[in-house]
């Protein structure tokens, strides 16, 4: 069963603190997404990596940075938290552009 | 980039009857619309997916339409059931996949 794992489900913190959203696949996909979801916006791309040390800018980069040192692990920093980065953050994978992405249960961060 | 639009935001049917949910895209060199349903607490999950060189696909009580000339295609769900009360999304691929805003649906027993 295919499985995408996220380091938390819930997270507090606080305004200016450097935040950690840890994603892991092991599906051997290629593909990694960082997505947030908010109401009434849907999910809008953070960044996505196609490979190892590859990354590349989704729709909404600014204030998020992104690491991928292995393969089966992708994960979301944000550098210096601020409010309006509360939100839902869901992690996907694929193996191929253009077919099915598979989920995590995503991380609810709270930023006060 | 790509612009996907989704109507209705919120839908609420009787269980039994169909539920119509319908997305535009804007960029004509999209060839790829998936629908995901998502169950409260849980990550968005595939139930259909569509590509450019089909104008219909069906899967039991769901099927998705496609009309690549108006740029719009549509979920729709057949004899609905409670299960079937979740958030939907629609999305359109160029290169990175673009989502709707999502559809509550809710089915009343």
């Known amino acids: 069963d295919v499985k995408v794992t996220q380091s938390s489900r819930y997270l507090v913190k606080r305004t200016g603190e450097k935040v950690f959203l840890e994603c892991v696949q092991d599906m051997d996909h290629e593909n990694m997404f960082w997505y947030r979801q908010d109401p009434g916006l849907g999910l809008r791309l953070i960044y996505f990596s196609y490979d190892v040390k590859m990354k590349e800018k989704g729709d909404i980069p600014e204030g998020y940075s992104v690491s991928r040192e292995k393969k089966e692990r992708f994960s979301l920093i944000l550098e210096s938290a601020s409010t309006n980065q509360t939100s839902m953050y869901l992690c996907?994978?694929?193996?191929?552009?253009?077919?099915?992405?598979?989920f995590g249960p995503g991380t609810r961060l709270t930023v006060t | 980039g790509e612009n996907v639009e989704q109507h209705p935001s919120t839908l609420s049917v009787q269980e039994g009857d169909s539920a119509v949910i319908k997305c535009t895209y804007s960029?004509?060199?999209?060839?790829?619309f998936p629908w995901y349903k998502q169950e409260l607490g849980k990550g968005p999950q595939l139930i259909i997916d569509?590509?450019?060189?089909?104008g219909e696909k069906k899967d039991q009580r769901i099927a998705v339409t496609l009309n690549k000339t108006a740029k719009h295609f549509s979920l729709h769900i057949t004899e609905t059931q409670p299960e079937d009360s979740a958030v939907y999304f629609c999305a359109a691929n160029d290169y990175k996949l673009s989502f709707g805003a999502g559809t509550t649906v809710t089915v009343r027993a």
């Open positions: 996907a994978s694929n193996g191929l552009v253009g077919y099915e992405q598979y």
């Open positions: 960029d004509s060199a999209s060839n790829y």
């Open positions: 569509i590509r450019s060189n089909v």
